[in-house]
């Protein structure tokens, strides 16, 4: 199994900032994944974070507005930029499990965008 | 693209009723996982399926996956309050194996003591 630690776990930010967030896995994997979650709402995958390279994003989300780093196999962030309201979402990040594909998620980050 | 359904999309039942939930799709899978997220939490792995037909149970839940690999159904007996949560499916297609799961809009579930 693999525990993810993700901060923080909250925030609340103004309009035209930017949020980074933090994801921690206490061993090595290898893929991350960052997933957002609206109010009440199912999980929406935003991109695969690649150790190494760039992100690889779904369709609706762009680099520019969702930058990913993963310099290591353990730890992964993805910046919000230029924040407006409709970002105010919950933020998960995920890791997959070497052995039976299962997904492990962090607590995930609640937005609140002002 | 799948086009994934889960039904009731919410359901609120009083502690000791049955219900079930089901996720749908045209598409076949390889396999289907369902989860299960707490608010505050992410969401959980309970199950995953992998043979068509299959029957899992996990205390008093119990999953099944369709024969054709297009469906799945969790039964939930004697439901108690601990069962409150947010229940996702979430199908992984063939070859799909190391791809970011796509999950269903889940079934809000809320158990009255």
């Known amino acids: 199994s693999a525990v993810i630690s993700q901060k923080p776990s909250r925030d609340i930010c103004q309009r035209g900032t930017s949020l980074t967030i933090q994801c921690q896995v206490d061993?090595?994997?290898?893929?991350m994944f960052w997933y957002r979650q609206q109010p009440g709402q199912s999980l929406t995958l935003i991109a695969t974070?690649?150790?190494?390279?760039?992100?690889?994003?779904e369709s609706g989300f762009v680099i520019d507005k969702f930058p990913i780093s993963r310099p290591n196999l353990t730890f992964s962030t993805l910046t919000v930029s230029n924040m407006s309201p409709e970002d105010s979402s919950i933020y998960l990040c995920?890791?997959?499990?070497?052995?039976?594909?299962?997904?492990?998620f962090g607590s995930g980050t609640q937005l609140s965008v002002l | 693209t799948q086009l994934l359904e889960q039904s009731p999309q919410f359901l609120s039942i009083q502690e000791g009723e049955n219900l079930t939930v089901y996720c749908n799709s045209s598409?076949?899978?390889?396999?289907l996982q369902w989860y299960r997220q707490e608010p505050g939490e992410g969401p959980v792995l309970l199950v995953t399926?992998?043979?068509?037909?299959e029957v899992k149970k996990l205390k008093r839940l119990t999953f099944q996956f369709g024969d054709a690999r297009k469906d799945s159904s969790l039964h939930i007996t004697a439901a108690q309050p601990g069962d409150t949560g947010l229940y996702l499916c979430?199908?992984?297609?063939?070859?799909?194996?190391?791809?970011?799961?796509?999950f269903g809009k889940g079934t809000h579930l809320i158990i009255q003591p």
């Open positions: 598409s076949v899978f390889s396999s």
């Open positions: 399926v992998v043979t068509g037909g």
């Open positions: 995920s890791a997959l499990g070497a052995r039976d594909e299962k997904l492990f």
């Open positions: 974070a690649n150790q190494g390279s760039e992100a690889t994003y």
């Open positions: 061993s090595q994997v290898t893929m």
């Open positions: 979430a199908p992984r297609a063939s070859g799909g194996g190391a791809d970011g799961l796509t």
